[in-house]
């Protein structure tokens, strides 16, 4: 006879463990004050009860213990607190529960009026094998307990003190280590800093904020600007590249190519004679002038993003030093990007198999170590996905080691696969196909899957309307009334919302050729001079909707979204709670940006903690009215010109014991 390959005492199995995400390859991530809630289906052979505990550590720090619950079914349920920014570490325990099934089956045999007293021993011992297990005064305790369940003979104190819940809870705390089941993985769990799950960005161009048309805006111009920004309640500034930009192959106004005398280039043409990924466009000012930018927008409660974008123009010195960091063709020339029919002659990709790829990651990584050490703690990074993914787990891994606050954003328009997988790798945010989901069908399956599937584990939404690089239809053909609708969205649907400034706000929607998604006269390639006083401007519009998000937590996470039925497809319903329900908003908006649309919407009252039978208030947070609803089904009617949307504040109708009645 073979030996047996495990340990035959450890009968309790553990499976179905959420969340765990890749069979425990990848990190489920949470921001600092966030649960991690546990799941996982504990049982054993035969009719033992078993127990279960969730056990979690921060880095090297003592393991934490706390008890799971049964759910029914054989699944339990568990949860701690994240409290440090880093890394945790959590797993299940499971055990037989002797005591448990001793206490369960004496109530049994004691109902059927049969013979306890060989039972009763059986319990004291029990105990005692407890208290040889626990400490101090417990042990004590649970020897005095076993001792009088032995010597005391009267069936009645027997009976209540073998049935004792304070007992079984005591006996509990000291199971017998040598029948614990640990599960086979140790799962992992990223801390980000609250800013992570919550955030508001605003992308601007610092070489467009010179008072002066046609002359290259500075850092001390964008200064100027920062007053304006934080006005409309953003708190992330995030700057497209701030380095030299290449004059080989420069591109011209809306992307042509030769360009012009005047011509500035575009910003992800990274790299001349000045420098490369360490230095700062000589235009824009130098370093100095970036380190008091950036004291100036914390001053307004901005925290600056920098955009890393691992390219090259044909100037940059990586080019001349270093060309084997990239790949060539067969006539010898290095081989520049492209996106069939798209071509960008100004920009050389990195070759991140290079055969000298060590040093390449090594350098790279030092890029963002550089500005980490000039006090950036945001990366926006342009199109990872044509990049390698080990580099990404690699780097990310690595930096997040010496700076734990350090968030990383995906600039990563592609296939979902691709997308998902540079969430995992490391990725604080990623962009998302928001920025084309438009109807209600598209809109509440897309962040049914983002809100309430095991994606939002791992990938956290960043929402933008526009882009430099994306005018979509909805904005091109909807007018004002479309800014507006999807501003809404983006600011209500996710907790991190992005707009690219001031074309948002000023309702820019010219497209460079019908049917694309370029803008007319791009920023990407030309100075722009706008009139922020515009009249026409959503500046106020947008402050009051990052007012309300920042008021209101329920606004703050994409855990609780839940959509609710409307009898018009033009109309989308969903609210946002906070977890105990104290905090609810519904948000219900226009779809169509061209006639008033009505009907009714179908709330889920019980799913938001509110009682059919009793009505509520529910106040209009952007337009400050009131309505008086009763039940689950309420009419609305909203006019896309001056309002597309309700954003509601739901108040509870409570009665006290004098009948005095208030809205809580």
Partial sequence: MSEPTSDGRLRVVITRLSPEIDCGRFATKRVIGEKVVVEADVFTDGHDQVACQLVNWHDRNEPQVSPMKPLGNDRWRGEFCVVKLGRYTYTVEGWIDHFQTWQRDLEKRISAKQDISVDLLIGAGLIEAAATRAKGKDREILRDRAQRLRENKQLEF???????????????????????????????????????????????????????????????????????????????????????????????????????PGDVGSPWAIGSAEGGHKSIHPELGTLEDFRRFMTKAADQGLEVALDIALQCSPDHPYV????????????????????????????FPLNFAAAQWQALWEELKSVFLFWIEEGVRIFRVDNPHTKAFPFWEWVITEIKKQHPDVLFLAEAFTRPNVMHRLAKLGFSQCYTYFTWRNTKQELTQYFTELAQTDVREYLRPNLWPNTPDILPEFLQVGGRPAFMVRLILAATLGGNYGIYGPAFELCENAPLDPGGEEYLHSEKYELKHRDLESKASLRSFIAGLNRIRKENAALQSNRNLRFHETDNPALICYTKATDDLSSVIVVVVNLDCFHVQSGWIDLDLGSIGLDTRHAFQAYDLLSEGRFLWQGSRNYVELVPESLPAHVLLLRRWVRTERDFDYYL
Avoid at 173 to 182: A, F, G
Avoid at 203 to 217: A, D, I, L, M, T
Avoid at 321 to 347: L, M
């Fill in 158 to 260: 027997q009976t209540a003190l073998a049935l004792d819940t304070d007992l079984l809870r005591l006996v509990q705390l000291y199971p017998e280590r040598e029948s614990v089941t640990r599960y086979d993985k140790q799962l992992p769990v990223v801390v980000d800093r609250k800013k992570a799950g919550f955030s508001t960005w605003y992308e601007v161009f610092p070489r467009s904020c010179s008072p002066e048309q046609k002359r290259h805006g500075t850092f001390r111009d964008c200064e100027q600007w920062l007053p304006y920004i934080a006005s409309m309640g953003f708190d992330l500034l995030y700057l497209p590249p701030i380095h030299p930009i290449g004059r080989t192959f420069r591109k011209g106004k809306n992307n042509t190519l030769p360009a012009g």
């Fill in 320 to 347: 001349r030093e270093h060309p084997d960091w990239f790949s060539t063709r067969p006539d010898g020339s290095i081989q520049y990007a492209e996106n069939p029919p798209k071509k960008y002659q100004d920009i």
